[in-house]
């Protein structure tokens, strides 16, 4: 016993360097599926680690970020960006800066708005720094950047209610912002709105340990928040590569999807209640912490994922699920895509219960990394394997349920599910088999210029579009399909040498129409924002964006919370 | 491996007849936590079979229903129900009926509208019958009845759409109905309301068999998609009492909770999309079939628990658990409330991935069931246990989930948290666990009148409510609480010889403001109905109620869609 408490102290220290340790792995003491010492009892197994970083986390006070830190971008005018070594070419998600005109209504700051700001904030919380408004004014990827001359922090509910109900009267248009680690320029001003940052807003309200129930501010950090649970036994239902930045109103705000998905399903059925503040200043008290409560309309879900644009969210009220300790990873190849999809139903059957990640990459994606990212290999041998499949299970005993992924492993190898595979015995094992899924973007980006599309399909037909993008783009471009195959989520990337109208021209529109034909979403679980307000027809019929377009007139008739985003401009009259 | 297989058969055979088998329990195999035999092999487990039923299933034309075949009730003034033996008596929830006016603005029914549905439905599907129509217009519970005198049976949306359209010009009231089992009157028309009866539309549309994604009519009966799923491997993610009459369309209409909501949560989480009809006759086509898509607001969360006033759901997109072959009961005695709190807390940690129920009974309903029903037994011995919990797992793998669970409950007992507990060893008493929690209800009924209140609250709160109302009723009244803990959902009982107005009002308002006052929810899953429209102030806010009211008049200006319910009338000028 007292050696298991012993390896277990280990390898909770130990997952503080997961990320010194990636690339180093080490797959000597793996097991391979089709070793005899499968069967074996494996010893210890892996305990909880980060498990997937799609957007490596960033803060700004303590963290690398390669973008950021290593590289200018001049963008072009089709937003492209250029690095200083004209090496490393950036130009995210594949579309266009939408472009947009200031809405006239909207009035401009004058002196007495300030002073009014200073008389109810008080002096600091009234920033007119031009430093700290560059980097506000600027999204995460240095893609969109406003003009706004005014940053505030409320710390109360009641503050935001004062600015929104002055803001309201005097049509001053605003966007609340978060960490601002949103990829969609959904919370940086387009132009001079008045930036509300939420950021002051960061206490614990109160934690029901017998239900796992969270109150708190809409301002505290993602990790804080699990830091803060950690202690208590419990985690975030929700864990996202931005967690040291990103702030959970954001998070609700933006329906964030992140890494825990597949196991603890979306915010719409974890958020138990939120407290919000409409344009006119009216705090709207939705702050429920039941998980029944059928009293009229469940209006806190207009406020998760209308990114910032019905209302401010000031607090918020969460089921958190209890910590598991025990996390096993395997990573496996498929002979083709429909193995894959049938590994995902059995895993779901078999797993059902601890399945915590099914992550599926092609032969093009893990050979994207291992050509351009260095000490990554393939723990497989060299094989003509086409796709590979990341199970990762996260349960409450160790010994159960490492022998219950074994015995599922063994069983769909010997039904021809799996070609091949191994199981990671330690954290070293584990980080490194992660780290081919997480190192495709990374890899992309080395590769030269990179078209990235994040899709919601239907699992049996999301390898298609991989296809038919490969046969329409040739030798012109290499086609590499990898992601969330348990949510239905494709990472669509087109790799070419460098940045190429021709290129784009024949993946856009046809990337958006075929997602549209097949019923499937343009934004699996980034958001609109600015990005995409005008594509939105793509995943949503005209009837139900016109009822978009009533509630945000409703609920905001001046249209100032959030301008020019989520919805078309033409609905809103702002072209 | 034969014997296994034969036993499976065995066991899956037995579930049929499992409610002829509660009333003979067989405790003499199972295994008593003290027993030296619990550390042992125990042999089989019990398979899945209906864990619990809080309405017993009713269906008109297969089932016995006790209220309905066996007494006539003629209603009071005050809505109770006195049957012919004068025995027992029914007044549920304790809610005296409101008072209701018919709003002057809507229409009444001529010969040409009755022309004009015969033209767009065909003859048939105008229903005129009197027969038929006594049975639409009157409750479950026969405590609400209507005096419509036209049901339309469309068989697809654009016949909804067509209908409403026609409603909406003539400011003709309607009210949509599926399985007719709701229990707070929102589903049968206060006054001459034209019923759009769903069940024609009752097509299975497809399901996805790798992300378990069912797309269905809105009139299926959930027994039935039950059925069809079974055959694939899955389930549906909520069952209920009445799943062989209600449909799909009402439970998501009114966020049915249900019997599996511990598990897999709220229809908030697991519907993927809706099909509904506006008042205008706009079909909002929101039927997705992705777990992720933030592309917009996700307006289908307006139409999940509004009951039908905001539009009618015509088709359901809905996640699928994968159907799980374990699973195991314990029947167990706690000192006192706390222990039941901290059991809790430990079974979500330490049997997270498996929980499927966690209820709880004080030492008062548990002697209730004794009393009054017969050939039940408690299987514990007599004692001094004031508080009762029943645990339920269900996971994919019978020998590893039996171990887990048995590890747990022997941790538990050495902890203190358990005084005495025994685990079922096969179906016969397993039945016989649940039949003590499910009789708490018949049990009830036999013992005279009885003031039903189904409430959510902090379970840390939940028994000070029940040990309140004992201090304030002193001897005149029975008070019993049980319900289901792991959500928090208290049923709180007080039972009387007869019912007494001096008593009603010593239980009401203070009910509905303790609850209040503890921000808990005066409905947990049931709705708002026509029973408590006006009472939705005990549980929400003002200012939410008056956007609640807005997005109302938004969708629904005129007021024709289940007028009367959900919310106050006041604030749809209905007084």
């Known amino acids: 016993m007292e050696k298991w408490r012993n390896t277990h102290r280990l390898l909770r220290q130990s ?33 909880p680690f980060r498990p997937y970083l799609e957007h490596q ?74 430093e700290r408004l560059s980097t506000a004014n600027t999204d995460w990827m240095r893609k969109y950047k406003g003009s706004s001359k005014l940053l505030l922090q409320p710390r109360r509910a009641d503050e935001v209610s004062q600015i929104l109900k002055y803001c309201d009267s005097r049509c001053l248009a605003v966007v609340p912002q978060g960490g601002n680690t949103g990829l969609v320029g959904g919370s940086v001003p387009v132009f001079d709105e008045v930036i509300i940052n939420t950021g002051s807003m960061n206490n614990i309200i109160s934690f029901d340990k017998v239900n796992g129930i969270l109150v708190c501010e809409a301002g ?109 990873i395997a990573f496996l190849a498929c002979k083709d895509y429909l193995s894959c999809q049938n590994l995902l139903m059995e895993a779901k059957r078999k797993l059902g219960e601890v399945l915590s990640a099914f992550e599926f990459l092609d032969k093009e994606s893990v050979d994207m990394v291992l050509n351009h990212l260095e000490g990554v290999r393939n723990p497989l041998p060299p094989s003509m394997h086409n796709f590979y499949v990341l199970i990762e299970t996260t349960g409450s005993d160790e010994s159960y349920d490492k022998e219950k992924l074994e015995a599922f492993l063994l069983r769909s190898m010997e039904g021809g599910l799996i070609s091949d595979g191994v199981l990671a015995q330690d954290i070293n094992q584990a980080s490194a088999f992660w780290r081919i899924r997480e190192g495709v973007a990374e890899a992309l980006m080395k590769a030269g210029a990179v078209y990235k ?59 958006y129409e075929w997602t549209s034909k097949h019923r499937g979403s343009i934004s699996a679980e980034h958001g609109l924002g600015l990005m995409k307000a005008n594509k939105i027809h793509y995943s949503k019929s005209a009837e139900t964006v016109q009822v978009m377009a009533s509630i945000k007139k409703l609920l905001d008739p001046n249209g100032i919370l959030n301008p020019y985003k989520v919805l078309p401009h033409s609905l809103l009259s702002y072209n």
């Open 453 to 511: 599309y994040d899709l919601s399909l239907p699992v049996e037909k999301m390898y298609n579009l991989v296809e038919e993008i490969r046969t329409r783009l040739g030798q012109s471009a290499e086609v590499v399909g990898y992601g969330h195959l348990g949510d239905g989520n494709l990472h669509l990337n087109i790799s070419t040498p460098q940045y190429d109208d021709n290129i784009l021209a024949q993946i856009e529109p046809f990337v």
């Open 57 to 130: 986390k960033w803060n700004p006070k303590t963290c690398f970020h390669p973008l950021r830190d290593h590289l200018e971008y001049p963008k072009t005018s089709m937003g492209a960006c250029i690095g200083k070594s004209g090496k490393i070419q950036c130009r995210f998600f594949g579309s266009v800066a939408t472009k947009t005109q200031r809405h006239p209504s909207f009035s401009s700051l004058n002196a007495d708005d300030i002073s009014y700001f200073k008389e109810i904030l008080g002096e600091k919380n009234v920033i007119q720094d031009e």
């Open 220 to 328: 505290c950090i993602l990790e804080n928040l699990a830091s803060f649970l950690d202690n208590q036994g419990f985690i975030m239902p929700l864990d996202l590569g931005a967690k040291g930045s990103c702030q959970i109103g954001g998070n609700v705000s933006t329906n964030a999807g992140g890494l825990r998905f597949v196991r603890y399903g979306s915010l719409h059925g974890n958020v138990l209640g939120l407290e919000a503040v409409l344009a006119n200043g009216t705090v709207l008290d939705m702050l429920g912490t039941l998980r029944k409560d059928n009293t009229g309309y469940d209006l806190k879900h207009l406020f998760i994922g209308s990114e910032g644009s019905l209302g401010i969210v000031t607090k918020v009220s969460i089921l958190t699920p209890p910590k598991l300790s025990s996390v096993n």
């Open 15 to 47: 997952t503080k360097s997961l990320f010194d340790r990636r690339s180093h792995p080490n797959f000597q003491n793996s097991i391979h599926l089709s070793d005899s010492r499968f069967t074996h009892n494996f010893g210890r197994t892996c305990k």
